[in-house]
Nanobody, 124 residues
Framework: QVQLVESGGGSVQTGGSLRLSCAAS????????MGWFRQAPGKEREFVAAISRSGDNPYYATSVKGRFTASRDNAQNTMYLQMNSLKPEDTDVYSC?????????????????WGQGTQVTVSS
C-alpha cells in the first residue's frame, strides 16, 4: 500500500487558481499510476485527472480539460494538480488516488489507495 496526504485546498473566487499536492509514502512512488477525483456532498466520486508513472500523457475529464494540469515529481514522491480558471462548479473535496495497474482508471471502485481529501471552494 501507499499512504497519500493531500494539501493545498482552500477558498478562492471564480477565476482564481489553486495548486493541490499529494505526498506519498510507503512504497516506491514511481510504481504507481496516480489520479485525482472529486466529490460533492451526496454525490459519487468524479474522475478529474490521471497521470502515468513517468508523468507523460496526463488524462483529464472533459469538465477540467484546458484548466487543470496534473504533474508529478517522483524524486519528491509528490503529485500536483494545478487548477486555473476555477469555477463554482469545481467546489468539491479533492482526493488523490493510486493504483498499480497498467492503464488509467476513472472509476472509483478500481482505485487501490486513497488520500483523505482536501476541500476546494470557489465562490462567485
Amino acid at each position: 500500500q501507499v499512504q497519500l496526504v493531500e494539501s493545498g485546498g482552500g477558498s478562492v473566487q471564480t477565476g482564481g487558481s489553486l495548486r493541490l499536492s499529494c505526498a506519498a509514502s510507503g512504497r516506491t512512488f514511481s510504481e504507481y499510476i496516480m489520479g485525482w477525483f472529486r466529490q460533492a456532498p451526496g454525490k459519487e466520486r468524479e474522475f478529474v485527472a490521471a497521470i502515468s508513472r513517468s508523468g507523460d500523457n496526463p488524462y483529464y475529464a472533459t469538465s477540467v480539460k484546458g484548466r487543470f494540469t496534473a504533474s508529478r515529481d517522483n524524486a519528491q514522491n509528490t503529485m500536483y494538480l494545478q487548477m486555473n480558471s476555477l469555477k463554482p462548479e469545481d467546489t468539491d473535496v479533492y482526493s488523490c488516488a493510486a493504483y498499480s495497474g497498467n492503464y488509467y482508471r476513472t472509476l472509483p471502485n478500481d482505485i487501490d489507495d486513497w488520500g483523505q481529501g482536501t476541500q476546494v471552494t470557489v465562490s462567485s
